[in-house]
């Protein structure tokens, strides 16, 4: 008897892709199910930041104070506050804020460093002997301190925060970066393109960057986990968001006096920075051991 099959072929073509996709799934979280909570933590990171209003009903400005200090409970997962404030709705409206500050004191670094470290290890000679001994300058001071010094600087806030850390990140990207540029400027192809009448600006561009900038992209994925432990501990010591805003190193200072009494309001928020670093370091590696 002829059996015939009414799915439309781009119904069927759905399914095959995702059965493959449920497939590679089930054998990653298999083989590395650290990744795939890793992973799992990032996501749900970002969609706190994205749309905080779909995983809490609490408001993080507007307490309750009948409420305050209660221990975290079904009502709330992470107690509140000493102004009877929801903690976990201070921490996932807070994710904006730190991700935010995150990402573009990451994209700060890895843009200016990648340039610094493109240029000196390509131009080479005195300019990268000068540019490396300035380099090596910044890398002898300690990161949080530079930013600190450089945040004080700029003056306080969010933003001011964000281009500090970038900017104490900058040493590290470039010279991760010239470090490859010198690899790939040896290659023989770059000499072919050269060979070929091609200019300097289009080697750079053609060849030598697209050959150089996956190592420093993983560096990126680490320095993100850095990243969120130097604007958290900026905020902690008051120099990021201003209260009432939610932030997470914010969150954890408010905490700071009650530690021996109602240590949940400092301690949650920290283990959840922790966390979100531990997932971020996890899959830089896994990125750096696929390169």
């Known amino acids: 008897m002829t059996t015939f099959d009414f799915r439309s072929p781009a119904s069927s073509t759905a399914d095959t892709a995702g059965d493959r996709f449920v497939r590679f799934v089930r054998r990653l979280a298999s083989t590395a199910p650290g990744l795939v909570l890793s992973w799992l933590v990032i996501v749900t990171v970002v969609l706190w930041a994205v749309a905080p209003g779909w995983f809490t009903s609490f408001s993080p400005y507007d307490g309750d104070v009948d409420a305050s200090f209660s221990p975290p409970g ?40 990648s340039v610094v470290g493109l240029l000196s290890g390509f131009v080479g000679g005195r300019t990268d002997a000068i540019v490396m001994r300035f380099v090596d300058v ?86 993100c986990g850095s990243a969120i432990l130097a604007v958290a501990a900026l905020g902690f ?15 954890v200072s408010e905490g700071r006096d009650y530690l021996a009494t109602y240590p949940w309001i400092s301690i949650l928020p920290g283990v959840l920075i922790a966390v979100v670093v531990l997932a971020t370091n996890r899959i830089s590696k896994s990125l750096g051991d696929q390169r």
């Open 138 to 223: 910044l890398l002898a001071i300690p990161a949080l301190l530079l930013a600190m010094t450089v945040v004080t600087a700029l003056g306080y806030g969010t933003f001011n925060v964000a281009l500090a850390v970038g900017i104490s990140a900058v040493a590290a990207f470039a010279r991760v970066m010239r470090s490859e540029v010198l690899k790939v400027a040896q290659s023989d192809y770059v000499e072919a393109a050269y060979g070929s009448g091609a200019g300097f600006g289009r080697v750079v561009v053609r060849h030598v960057l697209p050959n150089s900038v996956t190592a420093v992209l993983s560096l990126a994925a680490l320095e």
């Open 74 to 113: 079904p009502e709330h997962l992470f107690g509140t506050d000493r102004l009877g404030r929801d903690l976990l709705a201070r921490v996932i409206f807070g994710a904006s804020t730190t991700l935010s500050a995150t990402l573009l004191a990451v994209l700060v670094g890895f843009v200016v460093g």
């Open 237 to 251: 010591l008051g120099y990021g968001a201003p209260p009432p805003e939610p932030e997470w190193g914010l969150a």
